[in-house]
């Protein structure tokens, strides 16, 4: 059968249109195909930052445990695993949007046996898993460190809370332990390194008498605190680097490679006498209720 010619004319014209119509389909959901798959790729090729920090020679001692003397430590090599360590997570982890490590600390009443305060704190072992094993100043040391101090909180008057950041700690011998009757291996640190309002702020221990002979030496009480030394940059929640060496007698702690604080005097060459070990990490100077602070390490590099 024939159609007339304006039903073909407009036949055609129908399947014309139909056939533009899917075609426009198609390419549509091509399109919006690519750009799912574009978006996915996009996702996966996202990078996780990480910290530059070996842990194969830290432990670790977080606010988690029972009462004084109780926290809870993590050494070698089972602190290579903290990222999935579901007692480390909450006080030691990745930000992976940073680059960093974070260690968070707040009051609890899990500490170590000599202090009242709590730590997420790195302690350094010469020897993977033994503390016994340390350096002194003969030996010496040096320490960088480039971190941030995220958050803290404050008291109530309006200042933030301190936090010891950066420390060198010493130890007692066994012999000396056995020599002054003391039942455990704890020296004073001769180094303590605080963020403060903003600031750095550098402790460091000298003698009460100067004449003290080489067993009375060895007893806490024949040191006491010097009265700090203030750095002038402020760093406040910003990145800066920390590095302390310590050689025969002499220590020095630079801020960003522009400031120095120097020690060369006769402590010094007195603290010759101890061991020693570096920390690094959170240690929260406060017991107030609510208090806290978060501190993310970069790097951290530890030569002898």
């Known amino acids: 059968m024939k159609l007339p010619l304006n039903n073909f004319l407009l036949f055609i014209l129908i399947s014309l249109s139909f056939i533009c119509v899917s075609a426009q389909n198609i390419t549509s959901g091509n399109a919006e195909s690519e750009v799912v798959i574009e978006k996915q790729k996009k996702k996966k090729n996202k990078k996780v930052r990480l910290a530059n920090i070996d842990l194969s020679h830290w432990k670790v001692t977080i606010p988690e445990g029972t009462g004084k003397g109780g926290a809870i430590s993590v050494e070698p090599p089972e602190i290579l695993d903290y990222a999935t360590n579901e007692i480390l997570k909450p006080y030691m982890y990745n930000d992976s949007t940073k680059g960093a490590l974070t260690f968070y600390a707040y009051p609890t009443t899990a500490t170590t046996a000599n202090t009242k305060y709590s730590r997420s704190e790195l302690r350094e072992q010469m020897v993977p898993g033994d503390?016994?094993?340390?350096?002194?100043?003969?030996?010496?040391?040096?320490?960088?460190?480039?971190?941030s101090v995220d958050d803290v909180s404050r008291d109530k008057n309006g200042k933030y809370h301190k936090v010891i950041i950066l420390q060198i700690h010493?130890?007692?011998?066994?012999?000396?332990?056995?020599?002054?009757?003391?039942?455990?291996?704890?020296?004073?640190?001769?180094?303590?390194?605080?963020?403060?309002?903003?600031k750095i702020r550098v402790k460091t221990k000298k003698l009460k008498y100067t004449d003290v002979n080489a067993i009375g030496i060895l007893h806490e009480e024949a040191w006491t605190d010097d009265e700090?030394?203030?750095?002038?940059?402020?760093?406040?929640?910003?990145?800066?680097?920390?590095?302390v060496k310590v050689t025969d007698g002499k220590m020095v702690v630079s801020l960003n490679k522009t400031e120095f604080a120097v020690y060369d005097?006769?402590?010094?060459?007195?603290?010759?006498?101890?061991?020693n070990y570096f920390k690094a990490g959170n240690y929260f100077q406060s017991r107030d209720e609510g208090s806290f602070?978060?501190?993310?390490f970069y790097e951290l590099e530890v030569k002898h």
């Open 228 to 243: 700090g030394f203030n750095f002038e940059e402020e760093v406040g929640f910003g990145k800066f680097q920390i590095e």
């Open 170 to 198: 010493g130890r007692l011998t066994n012999d000396q332990k056995e020599l002054i009757k003391q039942k455990d291996n704890n020296a004073p640190p001769v180094l303590k390194i605080y963020w403060q309002n903003g």
């Open 293 to 296: 602070a978060k501190v993310s």
């Open 265 to 275: 005097d006769f402590n010094m060459k007195r603290w010759g006498v101890f061991e």
């Open 131 to 147: 503390d016994n094993v340390n350096w002194t100043f003969k030996q010496g040391g040096t320490l960088k460190a480039k971190l």
